[in-house]
């Protein structure tokens, strides 16, 4: 095997076993913050492991580390902002380090930053719901200001000044940026090119993270068709079950497949919008499946079913809107 390859088999597992042993189901369903003292210390296992430095890691043309490390974040439902923190402000302040150096973006190793990009413009109001990790977090407003000369505008708001907001999602709150001043703001330059390369990344990540949650549930549906028996044999070997599971799992792979075309070059017109919609297509169907599947027990609150298909339609909303910037 070559020593790349094998190096990135490595990161891989070694990732892949993070999520499962740190932050596995059972422990997303309990929805935790970084108010909380043990979930603050797996952030600071995931800055001191280096993981927040992930967008470095894709030295090689045509990586794909944003699917597979996000499908990996999607599985254990996880509720940290890792994926804006590594594919968004630490790609950002390397190509404009002023804003780390004025203090419009802190420290997000200390700091952990969860954040949202905005269709609307700097003065919009669509991008005031954002997911809320408690007050310890910061959070951030990204919007495209002016499309010809690239300019864009960031506002950093403290914890202490988001609203929560009950949500649909059980493992992960939701809350709302005030609409008076944020604690910091600032335009900054950057070449539009450079800026839809760094979004396409994170929404091949945000796209992967709503694809592996669907998987995931899939998974558990597959597993209990071959289980669960009636009239004297599996129910997975009825037609009405298993071609549905067939066309469920061939819909998550086109998705897959839609997700590299778009972290390849995003050269196809639309790259963003058509990956987005294949996406929350498949696997709002996947998860829709889980729970019929399942029978009675998978609408139980017991039951893991429902936390994937709450993941999945708060997730939908993000990544379609994200999606309408590129």
């Known amino acids: 095997m070559p020593i790349q390859a094998e190096a990135d088999d490595m990161l891989l597992a070694s990732f892949d ?12 369903r309990r929805g935790h913050t970084l108010d909380d003292p043990g979930h603050h210390a797996k952030w600071a296992l995931l800055s001191d492991g280096g993981w927040l430095e992930l967008a470095d890691f894709e030295t090689e043309p045509g990586a ?26 630490h790609p950002l302040c390397q190509q404009v380090p002023e804003l780390l150096g004025a203090g ?7 700091h952990p930053g969860a954040g949202c990009v905005d269709p609307a413009g700097p003065d919009g109001a669509s991008g005031r719901f954002i997911d809320f990790h408690g007050r310890r977090a910061c959070y951030y407003r990204l919007a495209l200001a002016d499309d010809r000369d690239g300019a864009w505008h960031i506002q950093r708001y403290d914890g202490a000044d988001v609203e929560f907001v009950p949500g649909m999602d059980v493992c992960g709150a939701l809350g709302c940026l005030p609409a008076g001043r944020p604690a910091a703001q600032a335009g900054f330059l950057l070449p539009l090119g450079n800026m839809r390369s760094l979004l396409r990344r994170y929404l091949a990540v945000e796209l992967a993270q709503t694809l592996g949650a669907a998987a995931a549930g899939l998974d558990m549906a597959v597993a209990y068709a071959k289980e669960r028996r009636q009239f004297g044999k599996p129910i997975g070997q009825y037609q009405a079950i298993k071609h549905p599971l067939a066309n469920a799992w061939v819909a998550l792979d086109n998705g897959r497949y839609a997700i590299r075309a778009l972290l390849d070059d995003g050269a196809v017109p639309d790259v963003a919008g058509i990956a987005a919609r294949l996406v929350v297509a498949a696997a709002t169907q996947a998860t829709k499946l889980t729970i019929q599947v399942h029978g009675g027990v998978g609408f139980a609150w017991e039951h893991d079913a429902h936390l994937f298909l709450k993941r999945v339609y708060h997730k939908r909303a993000q990544v379609l809107r994200l999606a309408s910037v590129l």
């Not at 076993?17 to 997303?28: F, I, N, S």
């Not at 509720?79 to 402000?89: I, M």
């Open 64 to 89: 794909h580390y944003p699917l597979a490390l996000g499908e990996m974040m999607g599985r254990s439902l996880l509720n940290l902002p890792l994926a804006f923190s590594a594919y968004v402000l």
């Open 104 to 110: 419009t973006v802190l420290p997000w190793q200390q």
């Open 17 to 28: 076993r993070l999520m499962r042993e740190q932050h596995p189901v059972t422990y997303a």
